[in-house]
C-alpha cells in the first residue's frame, strides 16, 4: 500500500512540474501582438491582416514604417515586402497572432 501512494505521489509531482513547464514556454501573444502593432507601423497603418498556414500577410498604408529588424527579432523566419503589403512567416504561431491583433484592431 505504501508503494502505491509514493507512486501517486510522484505522478503528482510529475504532473505539476509538466505544468510549470508549459506554462513558462507559453508565449504571452497578447504582448507579442501589440509589439507587432507598433513595428508594423501602429494599428493606424494596419489596412488589413490575413494568415495562410504558417505566413502572417498584413496590408499597410505605409510600409516604409514598418520595423523589419525589429519584426525578425520578435521571431518572424522570414519577410516578404511586395509593394505595400509584408509577408511575415511566423510559422505555427501566426494564426494566433493574427486572432489578437484582430482582437486588438
Not at 510529475?14 to 501582438?33: D, P, Y
Not at 505566413?55 to 519577410?79: E, H, M, N, P, Y
Amino acid at each position: 500500500m505504501g508503494q502505491i501512494i509514493e507512486y501517486i505521489i510522484i505522478a503528482i509531482v510529475l504532473i505539476i512540474i509538466s505544468l510549470v513547464i508549459v506554462k513558462l514556454n507559453k508565449r504571452n501573444f497578447n504582448i507579442e501582438a501589440n509589439k507587432l502593432i507598433t513595428y508594423l507601423g501602429g494599428k493606424d497603418n494596419i489596412v488589413n491582416a490575413e494568415c495562410n498556414m504558417s505566413r502572417f500577410k498584413v496590408i499597410l498604408k505605409d510600409v516604409t514604417k514598418a520595423d523589419k529588424d525589429s519584426i525578425q527579432k520578435l521571431g518572424a523566419k522570414g519577410i516578404v515586402e511586395i509593394d505595400n503589403q509584408l509577408k511575415i512567416i511566423f510559422g505555427k504561431n501566426a494564426k494566433q497572432l493574427k486572432k489578437y491583433i484582430e482582437d486588438l484592431l
